[in-house]
């Protein structure tokens, strides 16, 4: 039995235990001393990644007309949140600084959220890798060729499979299918019904669990790994995935020069990204502190009812522990967050790059989606949202203004730049869209931190 008081603050357990949202700060960081350096990935890594991302391009304008306008890229836009922070503080009786931003991943085309980043750069690279093998394709070819009637009957003899709460189900499904893939996806209870449907209607085998995220996962690896022609995307394991999040800071240090925000000793950077089982945000953190070093200030956010992260990063038990140990039930509207044990091999990686993480109860959720969208005309799903608090958690909790003082970081909010990373929302139908909003818009209580 694991003693789990002995190996993280009795408080901090209090607070989890009764669904208090917290703000953690990662003490880890401040004692590796070398950000920079992890034994198994590399700046080189996401580099080779984006390289890849690039060769596929013309491939995915072609397939993905929306993609069009960038080539073929799938990025988001950095949009400035200057509305929503006034109605925010206003909301909040309270001040802080800073510039607010909105990372609008909820926008990304072809899969409509943060998993078109990972998801898709994993079908894509299994792809390349057959047909390389196969000698059908080499580095140098326009990879429109994939689109040919000989490479669908190609890809048609592999399977692709994957657990997902949903939205990974999402892009492995509709960029598998798109290339001929047979796709299995494993969904948990808490998938939501319109993603299934819409799955089914491109083809894919959908296999549906009533337990959570880890049960579908792990039913999905066994049904996988007794098929030879069946490949696997393992959302708690792949470096692959996690890459293809990474290449997003990449993407990120542009957008930024574009709007003239500098990032150094004096300009701070922050970003606050959701987190389900971690691969999303730990491959954007990585990225994150490899461009800008320890001139970022990366936070994961988690629903109150799944601090999974949270729990496996303070306890230094990682995997080895799962939020129903501690009582929780992992029940949250967040269902791209609904994820009960954290990926130890993202826990592990995250601790010399993360600062720190917090935890969001699912009202405040709703409440943020409806003021971002009447603010900014911005619509996101509830598991987009718990970003738009970090800056004022940061600088207005003690745990956050002790952070900020051992940083030496007190001086320079005023320059200091924030991003609400945005995960999902754009493919969800418009009435569930508008129940959420009707939600949020029915919360009496106040925004609090
Ligand atoms: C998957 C997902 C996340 C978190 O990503 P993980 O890799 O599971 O940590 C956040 N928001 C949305 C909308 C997601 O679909």
């Known amino acids: 039995m694991i003693n789990i008081t002995q190996d993280i603050e009795r408080l901090l357990l209090v607070s989890l235990k009764s669904y208090k949202p917290v703000l953690w700060i990662n003490k880890k960081l401040s004692e590796i001393s070398d950000t920079n350096e992890h034994p198994s990935l590399s700046y080189e890594d996401i580099i080779e ?124 499904g509709i960029m598998g299918a798109a290339l001929g893939f047979n796709v299995n996806v494993h969904m948990s209870a808490d998938a939501k019904e319109w993603k299934k449907i819409l799955l089914k209607g491109k083809g894919v085998n959908v296999f549906e669990y009533s337990s959570d995220y880890s049960k579908a996962v792990e039913e999905g690896r066994k049904k996988s790994d007794a098929d030879p ?54 491959g954007i953190c990585f990225g994150l502190k490899k461009v800008f070093g320890s001139y970022v200030h990366c936070f994961f956010v988690e629903p109150t009812h799944s601090p999974c992260m949270l729990l496996g990063m303070a306890s230094g038990l990682h995997e080895g522990i799962c939020v129903q140990d501690i009582g929780l039930d992992n029940k949250t509207e967040a269902d791209g967050l609904a994820v009960g044990r954290p990926s130890g ?86 009435e569930m869209m508008e129940s959420f909003y009707k939600r949020g818009k029915g919360i009496k209580e106040s925004i609090s931190i």
């Open 345 to 430: 091999f993202v826990g592990k990686m995250m601790e010399g790059l993360l600062s720190g993480v917090y935890t969001v109860e699912d009202n405040q959720m709703f409440k943020l989606l409806a003021t971002l969208r009447d603010s900014e005309g911005i619509i996101v799903e509830p598991s987009a949202t718990p970003g738009l608090l970090g800056a004022a958690k940061i600088s207005l909790t003690d745990e956050g203004r002790e952070y900020l003082r051992a940083n030496g970081l007190e001086g320079y909010m005023k320059a200091s730049t924030h991003i609400a990373w945005a995960t999902g929302g754009s493919f969800v139908p418009e």
């Open 229 to 282: 022609f069946s490949y696997f995307i393992d959302d708690e394991n792949s470096k692959t995935l996690f890459l293809g999040y990474s290449t997003a800071a990449l993407r990120l240090k542009k957008q930024l020069e574009q709007e003239g925000i500098i990032v150094d000793e004096q300009h701070p950077l922050f970003v606050y990204i959701p987190c389900g089982v971690g691969g999303a945000p730990g």
């Open 49 to 172: 990644a984006e390289e890849r991302l690039k060769r596929f391009a013309p491939l995915l304008r072609r397939l993905f007309p929306e993609t069009l306008e960038q080539s073929g890229i799938i990025e988001s836009r950095l949009a400035n949140l200057d509305n929503f922070k006034e109605e925010f503080l206003k909301e909040l009786h309270a001040n802080f600084h800073g510039r607010l931003f909105l990372k609008c991943d909820n926008e990304l085309p072809v899969a409509g959220s943060i998993k078109a980043r990972g998801g898709i750069y994993e079908v894509l690279k299994y792809a390349e890798e057959l047909a390389f093998q196969s000698k059908r394709l080499s580095i140098g070819d326009n990879y429109e060729v994939l689109m040919d009637e000989s490479f669908k009957e190609f890809f048609g003899r592999y399977t692709l499979a994957v657990g997902s709460t949903g939205n990974l189900g999402l892009s492995i």
